[in-house]
T-cell receptor, first 114, second 112 residues
């Protein structure tokens, strides 16, 4: 597609449930990033993929969070046993691997935990 | 965690005026980028300035970078109502890091 696509755009779920968020990057972009945007914390880095491997998982807030990327394309971010503090907008971005290139963002998934 | 601060946190101007937003960061960087976010939408990339550059222009946008002060500014000239949005600076740290570290953002309102 022309841009980064994320689904669902909105997700409401009960505390304790697992959720899966999907990101489809720009075709040909080998680097993929997940960020989280919340009122209290602003924009935070979660995880970065180069191809299918994740050299930097340093931003994942707890072991309830995991992510994978298959075929060097689509990525899923999974949150297990959701808590209310997980409520946020989860943003995905992709870029080429060439240095000093911009990251292109999707519109995000707004996650609300009841 | 956020790299640094942006100021002002909010700015309200009349259409046609110029808007200046400032950003500070904490560590050495490879580049600094500015993004715009409209309410409920993702981030739109505006401009990237490399650590060895001091000034860059793109249309009505002018970005400066002062690595000695670890600061950057974004100037929007001849503002329009459609420029109303939140503006974020984000940096890539020196070394092998690839992720963006964001500032706290400036909410710009341009009144018609």
């Amino acid at each position: 597609g022309a841009g980064v696509s994320q689904s669902p755009s909105n997700k409401v779920t009960e505390k304790g449930k697992d959720v899966e968020l999907r990101c489809d990057p720009i075709s040909g972009h080998t680097a993929l990033y997940w960020y989280r945007q919340s009122l209290g914390q602003g924009l935070e880095f979660l995880i970065y993929f180069q191809g299918n491997s994740a050299p930097d998982k340093s931003g994942l807030p707890s072991d309830r969070f995991s992510a994978e990327r298959t075929g060097g394309s689509v990525s899923t971010l999974t949150i297990q046993r959701t808590q209310q503090e997980d409520s946020a907008v989860y943003l995905c971005a992709s870029s080429s691997s060439i240095d000093n290139q911009p990251q292109h963002f999707g519109d995000g998934t707004r996650l609300s935990i009841l | 965690s956020q790299q640094g601060e942006e100021d002002p946190q909010a700015l309200s101007i009349q259409e046609g005026e110029n808007a200046t937003m400032n950003c500070s960061y904490k560590t050495s960087i490879n580049n600094l980028q500015w993004y715009r976010q409209n309410s409920g939408r993702g981030l739109v990339h505006l401009i990237l300035i490399r650590s060895n550059e001091r000034e860059k222009h793109s249309g009505r946008l002018r970005v400066t970078l002062d690595t000695s002060k670890k600061s950057s500014s974004l100037l929007i000239t001849a503002s329009r109502a459609a420029d109303t949005a939140s503006y974020f600076c984000a940096s890539i740290s020196s070394g092998s890091a690839r992720q963006l570290t964001f500032g706290s953002g400036t909410q710009l309102t341009v009144l018609p």
